[in-house]
């Protein structure tokens, strides 16, 4: 599917992009992969970083903004197929400058529509977060409009253009930059002894780099417009995960941050009208009179009870301390 084709990925020097980046090259043989990002530092990084592992050739670095549309243009020429990782996502960030968040999660979000739209890319597919469900904070109210912007580009398209507009929603991702990972490794490195965490009730899905870029994969692949994409994963307590770290460390309960949840939630109960369940994933498709569910449905899937909801909290699978620590090892 992807062979001989042109890939773009706004945002393409974060944790996602790297990952991508590794994945699409194990996988496919693209024609040509570009990273558009605005940051010339993490390029350089980038490239020196992979210039021994892949096929750097066919890899380009575009510096561009996605609040400047016509910058969008002129890198989506040619291009095939848009993953759209590029976002503010830092909670307290956006708190404290809200409308910096607002240009770029949602003004960026209509702007790759549009360039998408008339600069004819086939499909687009727009990374989301758990923290765009019953949004508590500013982030994830500015998500929960870009993926409702994406959902609905699949009308705005109209009869004029083909492209295909779907959304993949997980939550932290076990190791990537900014997560409680990294942060407890660092501590632990120097000799640290007491890892923070804000409530020992809080409970966590479990997704790593390599799951989130396959569920990319399966969207590129199948969707034909308005999906959002959920893997089904285990879920974890994050005071296990403190002590699959470290076993003997002391845990600072310091007590639940403003714009946090205790648990990640996937599908809404609201939603579960046209989620359907498949071996790995759920789909939650659009509820809008342009989406035929009886055509769009992929095959396989099963609807989901009414009132159903993904929740970390009351999951069905869970993680002991021993399964966090083995997986820990590949992070």
Known sequence: ???DKVILITGGTGSFGKKFLEMIFQKYNPKKVIIYSRDEYKQSV???EYKDKIDMSKVRFFIGDVRDKDRLYRAFDGVDYVIHAAAMKQVPTCEYNPFEAIKTNIHGA???IDAALDRGVKKVVALSTDKAVNPINLYGGTKLVSDKLFIAANAYRGNNYNTIFSVVRYGNVAGSRGSVIPIWKNIIDQG???LGVTDMRMTRFWITLEEGVELVFKALQESKG???YISKIPSFHIGDLAKAMLPDCTIDEFGIREGEKLHEVMV???DSWTTYEYDKHYIIYPHMNWCNLSENVQPG???VEPGFEYNSGTNKEWLSVEQLREALKNI
């Open 1 to 3: 599917m992807l062979n």
């Open 46 to 48: 980038m490239q020196a």
């Open 110 to 112: 209509q702007n790759i």
């Open 192 to 194: 640290g002894t007491t």
């Open 226 to 228: 308005g999906e959002t």
């Open 268 to 270: 809404t109960k609201d």
């Open 301 to 303: 899937g099963k609807l």
